[in-house]
């Protein structure tokens, strides 16, 4: 009998299950009366990240799985093709469970949604802008820190992008610049710091095009650090938000349901609940990449899009809202669609601990790393506790609503999961579409105007 350890641990299923497996039981912890929830698969997940890869990375040259371990080392314990199969089953069970009051919600809650996302992320942007001195040596991570705090996935893209513009704008005007931007642009070409504007008048294409990679990288790396630590604040803060702010969730609930109750509701639309059906549920995922996939341009924002999460989640709510089409009804029993999100969700989180295990001990371990750390959690809780404040005491929004609303404002995947369950209700996804597409405008918008303010 022969039993291979190394390729056992490297495969990424292996990792997955056992991570849902340990995940699902350290959930219901308590701690007073706080429970850990969905984070217990995201600090199961951290933790083999990281136990794993160190494992891998004493694996030799000499040793026949060497090739197999560096390209793990390289591209990670568990591929994104993988991580984004979960994340689509948790979306698309989400539209379709939440799709029924969508109608109702949008003409209560609609304009207040649509000010809460300027908000949340206006409020982000702000903080990391006041807060960036400390940041570190590099120039451009006030973006990634940006997307890291906010758990902002579509975020990212826009972020490295418009720092790749930005930064080539400002080296080809180099020549003008006030000599102590030339200085920390300069620093950054040439760590040795024999480069300085009294010898340097200009730059050669050589220099602005590293000085364009350090930036990218820069702000790659500032979201890659940030991101789980940011994860982690939005999926605890949905739990002792309300206990902060002695909400009663009890008497939240009761008030959300008489609210609905008290809307009027499209009689025609009143469509059958069926059985799970597996062609409309697939339907669903598919309209949804093909809805993401369509870029709009918006002028100086450039080419915009929903992303597959984004598409996937509006059009299953589109199509659980119509109920039926060519005989497929997508109106479906709720037990089988909580099955389908807490297996989406479980491993979703858990890969995002798997993916971010080694570099959050890392980050403890450097005084930037630590920084941008701390930075990310404290914006993500500037950004929720300003959220809830408006959401809740201005507008006057329902925490059932709200939860999800902040989530959705802060284009947070992770954090929708935790508000479901922490209101334990399934209506707080569609407070969290509601807000989701403004939120994402506006946050390539941010990033543009802060990738574009002074060095």
């Known amino acids: 009998m022969k039993f291979e350890i190394l390729k056992f641990l490297s495969n990424p299923y292996t990792l997955i299950f056992l991570v849902l497996m340990i995940g699902s039981r350290i959930e219901n912890i308590k701690i007073g009366k706080f429970k850990l929830g969905i984070s217990g698969n995201l600090f199961t997940g951290l933790f083999f990240g990281w136990a794993v890869l160190n494992l891998l990375e004493g694996v030799g040259p000499d040793s026949e799985y060497y090739a197999g371990v560096q390209k793990i080392l390289h591209h990670g314990l568990v591929p994104h093709n993988v991580a984004h199969f979960f994340l689509y089953l948790f979306i698309a069970a989400v539209g379709l469970a939440s799709a029924k009051d969508l109608g109702k919600v949008l003409k209560k809650y609609g304009a207040k949604f649509v000010l809460l996302s300027v908000i949340l992320t206006a409020t982000g942007g702000l903080s990391v802008y006041l807060l960036r001195d400390n940041i570190g040596d590099g120039l451009y991570e006030m973006s990634g820190v940006y997307t890291a705090a906010l758990t902002s996935s579509p975020g990212v893209a826009a972020a490295l992008e418009t720092t790749e513009d930005s930064s080539y704008a ?207 959690v404290a914006v993500a809780f500037i950004c929720m506790v300003v959220g809830f404040v408006v959401g809740k005491y201005v507008f006057k929004i329902n925490w059932v609503m709200l939860s999800g609303a902040i989530c959705g404002g802060m284009t947070s995947t992770p954090g929708l999961g935790a508000a479901i369950e922490a209101v334990e209700s399934e209506e707080a996804g569609a407070g969290y579409a509601a807000t989701y597409p403004f939120a994402l405008v506006c946050m390539v918008l941010f990033t543009i105007v802060m990738n574009h303010l002074p060095i």
């Open 170 to 376: 400002v080296v080809d005007n180099f020549p003008n610049l006030p000599d102590a931007t030339k200085d920390k642009i300069l620093k950054v070409i040439d760590p040795s710091h024999q480069l300085t504007h009294f010898n340097t008048t200009d730059l050669t294409k050589a220099q602005k095009d590293a000085f364009v990679h350090e930036a990218v990288a820069s702000t790659g790396a500032a979201n890659a650090i940030g991101f789980p630590f940011g994860v982690i604040m939005v999926i605890l803060a949905m739990s002792f938000l309300p206990k902060l702010f002695r909400v009663d969730l009890e008497k939240e609930q009761a008030a959300f349901k008489i609210e609905l109750e008290s809307m009027k509701a499209d009689e025609a639309n009143q469509k059958p609940i069926g059985k799970f059906n597996m062609i409309a549920f697939a339907c669903c995922i598919f309209s949804g990449l093909l809805l993401g996939s369509v870029q709009v341009y918006l002028g100086p924002i450039g080419y915009f899009s929903l992303g597959s999460t984004g598409g996937i989640l509006v059009a299953s709510l589109i199509l659980g809202h119509i109920g039926e089409i060519a005989g497929q009804n997508f109106r479906m029993e709720p037990a089988t669609l909580n099955v389908l999100k807490k297996l989406g969700l479980g491993a979703f989180v858990g890969i995002i601990g798997l993916t971010y295990g080694n570099k959050v001990i890392a980050a403890l371990f450097s005084s930037t790393g630590l920084y941008i750390a701390m930075l990310s």
